[in-house]
């Protein structure tokens, strides 16, 4: 089975990668632009040092002069501890300077510096170079002024400018990724909103989703909606199944039996009065099999559906001894009837409970010898204790845990017509109600005792 994944997380992913790759762009072109700046600065102080050297140029009887100004030099000391040098040409004859400082890129036109970087004495430097004509001839003697300095200062300023551009762009990834946690939450929150809406209804609420959602998430709720509308129709449908189906099965069994019995009077040898008693007691066995079958069915739908009605659990069980008193008359059993005075309020499912009622109470009249008592008696404490006890065979030595399984019946049924499913139909019911189904063997003797207990609010 594959893991889920998550759009949170995956959105989370992606918003911090773009932030991350910003990060880096940032740090990447800060450095560079404070790399240029830094060199332009370097260049331009050079090409002020060169050209106050310059300035300082003159001629006298026919040579070249120069007073080198402290303050041509002074001004590049102060970045840093960078050595400077410096060197100063006529027609390409040393005048002053450092002879051996070597200079690549000469400048063509007068007052405007060239620039180059070298390695000179071990270290990487910077020239700029000016070009002067100086009067001291007819034609003027070409002067190159040259000024280098090493480049150990705008290293650390660079490095500088690295340092704190790398800790805002840090900086700028976490609150980009706290940004993007939040971007990511909030992106989701309709769909946690509409996940909540759905989630707290019902399971009887197949109601269209009317709250608002983003454009993205329409088609999701057409189709959900579609889906609910489809559900609504089909759990209809299957209740109207049920209803028919009991009637229409239900019916012509009762027809046949009652014309069994009929011809059964009429009949006069022995074997064919057995042959019809034996019919009889088909159609009996048929016809509770089916009834209780769609008892389950029932219960099983509605349980998905639960309806959750104001009810007086002393007037149901009234209606339900009431319908049932024929049938115990027959046999002269006799129903004791130990219910409060006033009503008892549960909120519930009124037609599941009649049919676990009505399960429970056939099974005592089946399972109880004739002119014998069936005692109903409701409790209320903490909880309601419907209680239904008998005087018939009991439950003998079944495991009583397992009675409550579909189509199980004790070892003691002996040939009892039945199906298995009257327990089963009462434990579910009362599952249903978020109650349980308590059986035990009768506290007056022999019989057993059947107890639906709900929770009281």
Known sequence: MTRPTSIRRRLFYQLAIVAAVLSLAFVMVVRGVASRAAEGT????????ATAIADSLSSEQGEVTLELPYSALSMLGTINEDRVFYRVTVEGET?????????????????????????????????????????????????????????????????????????????????????????????LRPLRRMTGAVTRRGPSDLRPVTAETPAELAPLVDALNSFMARLRSSLSRTEDLITEAAHRVRTPLATVRTQAEVTHRKLNKPEHKQAIRDMIRAIDESSRSAGQILDHAMVTFRADSLALDPLDLVALTTETCDRLAPTADLKDIAFVRRLPAGPVTFKGDGIMLQAALHNILDNAIKYSPEDSDITIRIDVSSDIKLSIEDQGWGFGDADLTSLTNRYSRGSNVGDVVGSGLGLTIADEVARAHGGTLELSHSMEGQGACVSLILPYV
């Open 95 to 187: 005048l002053t300077g450092y002879p051996d400082l070597p200079v690549s890129n000469l400048p063509t036109r007068i007052d405007t510096p060239a620039f180059s970087t070298e390695f000179y004495r071990g270290d990487e430097v910077r020239l700029s170079s000016i070009l002067r004509r100086v009067s001291n001839t007819a034609t003027g003697s070409r002067v190159v002024v040259t000024v280098a300095q090493t480049r150990s200062g705008l290293a650390a300023i660079t490095q500088r400018i690295t340092i704190t551009a790398t800790g805002v762009g840090l900086l700028f990834f976490l609150l980009a990724t706290t940004l993007s946690l939040l971007a990511a939450n909030s992106a």
């Open 42 to 49: 370097q260049d331009d102080i050079l090409a002020a040092s």
